[in-house]
């Protein structure tokens, strides 16, 4: 069975950084497309950040750009999202998801068909 586990998240004051990392259980993340998406509360899940099977590629959502870096590292299994500068308007639910696609597309919730709980981040003095 095909399990994602996100973890990383907690409070942190503006300003502050948090890593969040998305672990693969039952699979190898090397065939798929990670994404990172979050979603407020009253919002939809948007995307933040999705990176190719290989790395080599990567989009980013224009609210966190320069602030998230996402990576990876396939020998561990693992999906990185290093946040910075982090703002009360991150505050979320943060998820990753995985995608068998052929190809890197759209960092978009309906190309991603595997998804875990949830990590929830908090941006509050």
């Known amino acids: 069975q095909l399990q994602l586990v996100e973890s990383g998240g907690g409070l942190v004051q503006p300003g502050g950084s948090l890593r969040l990392s998305c672990a693969a259980s039952?699979?190898?993340?090397?065939?798929?497309?990670i994404g990172w998406f979050r979603q407020a509360p009253g919002k939809e899940r948007e995307g933040v950040s999705c990176i190719s099977r290989s790395g080599g590629s990567t989009n980013y959502a224009d609210s966190v750009k320069g602030r998230f870096t996402i990576s990876r590292d396939n020998a561990k299994d693992t999906v990185y999202l290093q946040m910075n500068s982090l703002k009360p308007e991150d505050t979320a639910i943060y998820y990753c998801?995985?995608?068998?696609?052929?190809?890197?597309?759209?960092?978009?919730?309906?190309?991603?068909?595997?998804w875990g709980q949830g990590t929830q981040v908090t941006v509050s003095a």
């Open positions: 998801a995985a995608s068998p696609s052929l190809l890197f597309r759209l960092c978009a919730v309906r190309e991603y068909d595997y």
């Open positions: 039952g699979f190898t993340l090397d065939y798929y497309h």
